[in-house]
């Protein structure tokens, strides 16, 4: 009877009390595990383009903080940042374009016109870009930092959905109050936390660059094109002991950029004007 239980039962169930060493793994297995091990593929080991693919399925403002993962994070997440950054000016700047030129040129004719508010919606998210480029934008040029409020470019997106979705849109200060405190936030924090720890451009336009947080009115233009005249002239001073022509096509790089950026200025302070009279006009009633 024993013999034939003692047949079921394998040969280690056989002794149940004996204490059983540990496994061997055979030398091929310990070799193909090892090989296994080593072939896993990390997600630092894919290319650039494929990471930035799988990053923009995430919001912008998650790239910002991934930066912070590794040097290799960093240097994909900026260039991602920077690059959409650059690519809503240019949208922005087309669409401000193209709707400027189905507006009547009378102002009392703009109001009452049907894309009156896209107008001044899509007039506002330029004229901010435009605030953001000339606080960032040379330093991104030249590699010092990145566009890192990626909060930023998920509220735009956010507000030209809104502007696809919406048949009968608000008045612009409404839709774009949050984008307005978002991008005062990111330009005051840049001035005095980021801006001073980085290499200082040695170029005039740096002072262009300065942009006070309060409205500018309309009288002190004439003053700002006072004070452009002046440095101007004073570059042209500077200038005069260098070699003729090294000294006048450095200058006209100066004075081409120098108008372009009074230009832009001038635009931002005449809306950010205008959006005063509004918000004047909307606590009066």
């Known amino acids: 009877m024993d013999m034939v239980l003692n047949a079921y039962f394998s040969p280690q169930d056989s002794h149940p009390h004996e204490i059983q060493g540990p496994t061997q793994i055979p030398e091929k297995d310990n070799v193909k595990y090892k090989q296994k091990t080593t072939d896993i593929l990390h997600i630092t080991d894919l290319p650039p383009e494929i990471i930035q693919h799988i990053l923009r399925n995430l919001s912008f403002d998650a790239i910002s903080k991934l930066r912070m993962v590794s040097k290799y994070f960093n240097e994909i997440c900026s260039s991602l940042l920077n690059s959409e950054f650059n690519h809503l000016r240019a949208v922005m700047l087309q669409k401000f374009h193209s709707i400027k030129a189905l507006m009547p040129r009378?102002?009392?004719?703009?109001?009452?016109?049907?894309?009156?508010?896209?107008?001044?919606?899509?007039?506002?998210?330029?004229?901010?870009?435009?605030?953001?480029?000339?606080?960032?934008?040379?330093?991104?040029?030249?590699?010092?930092?990145?566009?890192?409020?990626?909060?930023?470019?998920?509220?735009?997106?956010?507000?030209?959905?809104?502007?696809?979705?919406?048949?009968?849109?608000?008045?612009?200060?409404?839709?774009?109050?949050?984008?307005?405190?978002?991008?005062?936030?990111?330009?005051?924090?840049?001035?005095?936390?980021?801006?001073?720890?980085?290499?200082?451009?040695?170029?005039?336009?740096?002072?262009?660059?300065?942009?006070?947080?309060?409205?500018?009115?309309?009288?002190?233009?004439?003053?700002?094109?006072?004070?452009?005249?002046?440095?101007?002239?004073?570059?042209?001073?500077?200038?005069?002991?260098?070699?003729?022509?090294?000294?006048?096509?450095?200058?006209?790089?100066?004075?081409?950029?120098?108008?372009?950026?009074?230009?832009r200025k001038t635009f931002c302070i005449k809306f950010e004007w205008r959006l005063f009279i509004d918000q004047g006009k909307k606590d009066a009633k």
Do not use: W
Request: charged share 30%.
């Open 106 to 263: 009378r102002e009392s004719a703009r109001r009452k016109h049907p894309l009156a508010r896209e107008s001044d919606i899509i007039e506002t998210l330029h004229m901010r870009l435009s605030l953001l480029h000339m606080t960032f934008g040379k330093h991104i040029e030249r590699n010092y930092c990145c566009f890192f409020p990626g909060e930023i470019i998920d509220e735009i997106y956010r507000i030209l959905r809104y502007i696809r979705s919406t048949l009968c849109l608000n008045r612009a200060y409404k839709v774009t109050d949050e984008l307005f405190d978002l991008s005062t936030m990111a330009m005051e924090y840049f001035k005095e936390h980021i801006e001073p720890s980085l290499p200082e451009i040695s170029y005039l336009a740096h002072d262009l660059f300065e942009h006070s947080s309060f409205i500018t009115p309309r009288s002190d233009l004439a003053i700002q094109r006072a004070q452009l005249m002046q440095l101007e002239c004073t570059n042209i001073r500077k200038e005069a002991n260098l070699p003729k022509n090294d000294s006048v096509t450095k200058f006209q790089k100066q004075l081409k950029n120098t108008r372009e950026m009074a230009k």
